[in-house]
């Protein structure tokens, strides 16, 4: 039997997400990324689709590193402006039944305890729709604008975001019992206090004494997302996540990526099967393989060079804009995405600035593929069997028209071939992504703080034994 082929959409509360300068198209509507109605739309025509769900990319900060200044970020709206999007979780479920709303969240720029009560909202507002993407962020100018001079070395922000995720699991799981919340109106009691515990939490980076500011939401800890793709990437993501994207370029680069993650799970005590791996792509479909063509074509003639660099800079940490646009791309260190850089310097291929813009223009660091339904579906059924991905993160390039062709033309094909459902299953989002229950399962990480109290014990027993060592 084939396997299940799982989209999401990929999207940023901004105007150039992926495609620089395609909000030049005349029919694009990214610029009204600041109205509801941009988003309630695209909502429905997702859920009409049948999509896992909608992941709102984020970033703190602006991009930078291009030719040294944030110019042409804003000139070209490359990400900038940018909104929150944890405010849009709301809107979104208020027009849809079971859409998923992944919403990035840094690690490195908000304290845990107030996270953890706007996370909790946005989870009973949604019904259990909500999941939560884990990052620890790559912008300088966004440490730098909140007062912390610059950002920590990539491994120690995987440090920080592994604390960060502990604080989380203790308020989410641990401080609230599940019977703690009665609303006896005879009695006059609301919640039993003895159900509620403080968490103690002291760590290297966060002291967290108290309890959880909610009750428990429907899925206390929301759906678990990670994008990290460097070797403490997938440390975390193996150790925490469950579901996983990847930029990944070619097959091969995926197939390892899958294989390594699924195998760091399985040695973490964890079930392969239950990670969720999905890749970015970038799908542009039509009636034929030559209008496809065709519509190609007109997209890559807006998309911004400059815009397209300030992207490749700001992921790699490496100013594009100091070469010409026939010198070659180079291995450099630095402290940004590492395993973006990785993958333009694999070699595999050589890459000349321009080249790198062209590329970029259209879907960033994803591949594109273009195609009739049947072309598209093809290769989406390849990449799944030479890779093992449950899926894919669908860019758009022009909005919503690349999400009304992938609905339009793709999906009815893939369902056709029964490797794509016809309807959502019932519950959370965990309860439709895994098929088991609405919390995390009893082998995952998070779900070891339940007993919050025992946590404490252990934590206490621990620090009376260093303290004799």
């Not at 000139?75 to 992944?102: F, R, S, Y």
């Not at 007062?147 to 604390?163: K, T």
Request: negative net charge; proline residues 5%; aromatic residues 10%.
């Amino acid at each position: 039997m084939a396997k299940t082929i799982r989209l999401n959409a990929f999207e940023m509360n901004c105007v150039g997400h992926q495609s620089p300068g395609l909000w030049t198209h005349p029919r694009d509507r990214s610029w009204q990324y600041k109205d509801l109605e941009y988003w309630t739309d695209l909502a429905k025509l997702l859920e009409r689709g049948i999509f896992d769900g909608i992941f709102i990319a984020d970033v703190i900060g602006y991009y930078d590193v291009y030719k040294g200044s944030h110019y042409h970020a804003l000139q070209q709206a490359a990400q900038l402006p940018v909104n929150d999007p944890l405010q849009l979780a709301a809107p979104i479920a208020m027009v849809t039944e079971h859409l998923g709303i992944g919403i990035t969240a840094s690690t490195s720029f908000e304290h845990p305890y107030t996270f953890a009560r706007r996370l909790s909202t946005a989870d009973h507002h949604t019904k259990g729709r909500i999941g939560w993407n884990i990052v620890t962020s790559y912008l300088e100018s966004g440490a730098r604008n909140i007062g912390q001079g610059g950002l920590r070395d990539h491994g120690d922000r995987y440090e920080v975001a592994a604390e960060y995720v502990e604080v989380l699991y203790k308020l989410f799981e641990g401080s609230w019992e599940a019977d703690a919340v009665v609303r006896d109106r005879e009695a006059g009691i609301f919640t039993h206090p003895e159900k509620v515990h403080d968490i103690g939490h002291r760590g290297k980076y966060f002291d967290v004494p108290g309890c959880h500011l909610c009750e428990p939401s429907p899925q206390r800890t929301p759906v678990l997302y990670q994008a990290g793709a460097s070797g403490p990437g997938k440390a975390f993501a193996a150790q925490h996540a469950e579901c996983v994207f990847v930029a990944a370029p070619t097959q091969p680069t995926l197939r390892d990526y899958v294989a390594e993650v699924r195998r760091q799970a399985a040695l973490a005590g964890r079930d392969p099967a239950r990670l969720l791996i999905y890749n970015l792509v970038t799908v542009i479909v039509d009636e034929t393989d030559a209008k496809a063509e065709a519509k190609f074509a007109a997209y890559r003639r807006l998309a911004s060079y400059d815009g397209s660099l300030v992207f490749m800079s700001g992921w790699t940490g490496v100013d594009f804009g100091q070469y010409a646009p026939t010198d070659s791309v180079r291995r450099v260190q630095t402290n940004a995405i590492v395993s973006a850089l990785d993958h333009l310097t694999d070699g595999s291929r050589s890459w000349t600035i321009e080249e790198l813009a062209a590329w970029g223009g259209i879907g960033g660091m994803g591949p594109v593929f273009v195609g009739s339904p049947s072309t598209v579906a093809d290769i989406l059924e390849q990449w799944v069997e030479a890779t093992g991905v449950d899926g894919f993160n669908l860019a758009y390039v022009v909005a919503h028209e690349t999400f009304e062709d992938v609905v339009h033309y793709l999906v009815p094909e893939l369902q056709k071939r029964g490797v794509y459902p016809n309807a959502y299953k019932p519950g959370t989002l965990r309860e439709k992504l895994f098929g088991q229950g609405p919390l995390l399962p009893a082998e995952h990480p998070g779900a070891s703080y339940r007993d919050i109290e025992a946590v404490k014990g252990r934590q206490r027993a621990s620090h009376v034994h260093l303290e004799h060592v």
